[in-house]
C-alpha cells in the first residue's frame, strides 16, 4: 500500500521560505512521477509542480514558477518542495502525490496516491 507523509508546513510571514518533504513508502519510488497539489480554502485542488522519475523533467504552474523548486532523492523515497518569495496567496492545504509511470503529468486525476497534506500560511 503506498503511503505518502507531507511535513515542514507551517505558518511564515509573506516574503518567507518553507520546505516540505514528502516521504514516500509500500512503492518502488523510482518507479513514480511525483506531484504537488495545493488547495486554498473554497477553491479546487490547483497543481504546483512535477518531476518526473528521475528528476530530469520538472513542470511548475505559472504561479510559482521561479520561486519554488521540486526536487526529489531516489535513495530516500522522498520529493521536496523548496518554497520562496511567499506569498498570502500561497496559503493552502499542500498534498504530495504520486503516478506511477514514465510520462509525466500535471492533472489531478493523473496521479493515484495522496498524502494527508501539510498546512502553508503565509501571512501579510
Known amino acids: 500500500q503506498v503511503q505518502l507523509r507531507e511535513s515542514g508546513g507551517g505558518l511564515v510571514q509573506a516574503g518567507g521560505s518553507l520546505s516540505l518533504s514528502c516521504a514516500a513508502s509500500g512503492l518502488t519510488f523510482r518507479n513514480y512521477n511525483m506531484g504537488w497539489f495545493r488547495q486554498a480554502p473554497g477553491k479546487g485542488r490547483e497543481f504546483v509542480a512535477t518531476i518526473n522519475w528521475s528528476g530530469g523533467t520538472r513542470y511548475y504552474a505559472d504561479s510559482v514558477k521561479g520561486r519554488f523548486t521540486i526536487t526529489r532523492d531516489n535513495a530516500a523515497n522522498t520529493v521536496y518542495l523548496q518554497m520562496n518569495s511567499l506569498k498570502t496567496e500561497d496559503t493552502a492545504v499542500y498534498y504530495c502525490?504520486?503516478?506511477?509511470?514514465?510520462?509525466?503529468?500535471?492533472?489531478?486525476?493523473?496521479?493515484?496516491?495522496w498524502g494527508q497534506g501539510t498546512q502553508v500560511t503565509v501571512s501579510s
Open positions: 502525490a504520486a503516478r506511477l509511470g514514465l510520462h509525466i503529468a500535471t492533472a489531478a486525476g493523473d496521479f493515484g496516491s
